[in-house]
């Protein structure tokens, strides 16, 4: 998988929030995107992903040179951020079942299975409104780390993890996304990011 951005920009109000960013991302290039709050990483982000259009220029996704249609954009990249809600009356077990019927998950494990290398096995009857904010964002990295889609998106990935959970979270990269054409948001945590030998700063881009 390929994503090139071309002159992406974007601005709320009069104000620039990113503006003539370009780069070209591939799987063997995994790459941060560094910024402080209010610098404008997860808009980018959003804006790479599909979430939200640019306000100039575009993004392209191709496979094998071949360019995928925007509309089908969405089956190629899972997406894991503090800010995506999880359906809170579902169970542990449930939202891992739910998701499944959506985007399989790597080498069509089960529902179990994913729920076991999640860790949360203690959960798994547990509804996600008791959930505390580390356990919910253990399954959202558990969700899309391990969805099949060769692109994987992570926005403050060890947002409300403890030190087990972050040691957890570089584990699940090795292990299972190590083929995946990764993009970390992070405002410069250098743990949640370490995979990455390229990165962005997206002050440049204002």
């Known amino acids: 998988m390929e994503i090139f951005a071309q002159e992406v920009g974007k601005k709320f109000g009069s104000e620039w929030i990113i503006k003539n960013f370009n780069h070209h991302f591939i799987a063997e290039k995994p790459c941060a995107i560094l910024g402080g709050n209010g610098s404008g990483k997860s808009t980018l982000l959003k804006i790479i992903a599909g979430f939200m259009q640019p306000g100039k220029g575009n993004v392209i996704y191709k496979q094998k040179a071949q360019e995928i249609e925007p509309s089908a954009v969405y089956q190629q990249i899972s997406y894991a951020a503090p800010y995506l809600e999880l359906v809170e009356e ?44 580390g356990m919910k964002q253990r399954l959202k990295l558990t969700l899309a780390i391990m969805a099949d889609c060769p692109i994987l998106m992570l926005d403050e990935p060890c947002s409300n993890l403890d030190t087990k959970a972050i040691d957890w979270y570089h584990m699940m990269l090795d292990k299972f996304a190590k083929d995946k054409l990764i993009i970390i948001c992070s405002n410069h945590l250098q743990y949640e990011y370490q995979i990455c030998n390229e990165q962005i700063n997206t002050e440049v881009f204002k």
């Open 90 to 133: 579902f169970t542990c077990i449930e939202s891992i079942a739910f998701q499944q019927k959506f985007k399989p998950y790597i080498n069509n494990i089960s529902a179990n299975e994913v729920l076991e290398i999640s860790g949360l096995q203690h959960a798994r009857e547990k509804a996600l409104k008791v959930f505390s904010s």
